[in-house]
């Protein structure tokens, strides 16, 4: 599945928009989770168990997307928006979205020889 924050995917053309898809987690916050990222707070520092939870919930909302774009027959998502919301003291929720599509990749060709050349014998080899 291709994935992409921009509406076109470089080297490929659209032909189908199959709809839009999202995904979405709610994550809830641990006490000591919590106390421990305060006392972080203070001192300085990253809340390494929070990126991991994050980074977690991201990886599941993207899922959950790409799931349903199969499920419309899409191979690729393009305008892809990420988003991170508190609800109330002690949630999270990440939600991604965008718009599925199917892509068709464009053959890239070769270059084609100089004019002259041939491609056999290079130019500075004749006379």
Known sequence: MLLATT?????????????????????????????FASIRDIVGGRAGSYENVLRDGRTTAFQEM??????????????????????????????????????????????SPQPGYGGSVPPWGQR
Do not use: H
Not at 10 to 33: C, D, S, W
């Open 66 to 111: 790409m799931q349903e774009a199969q499920r419309l027959g899409a191979n690729a998502i393009v305008g892809i928006d990420i988003d991170y919301e508190t609800i109330g003291k002690s949630m999270l929720m990440v939600s991604v979205s965008g718009t599925a599509v199917t892509v068709e990749m464009m053959m890239q060709q070769a270059p």
């Open 7 to 35: 509406p076109t995917i470089e080297g490929g053309r659209i032909i189908r928009y199959n709809g839009i898809v999202t995904g979405e987690v709610i994550l809830g916050a641990n006490v000591f989770r919590d106390f």
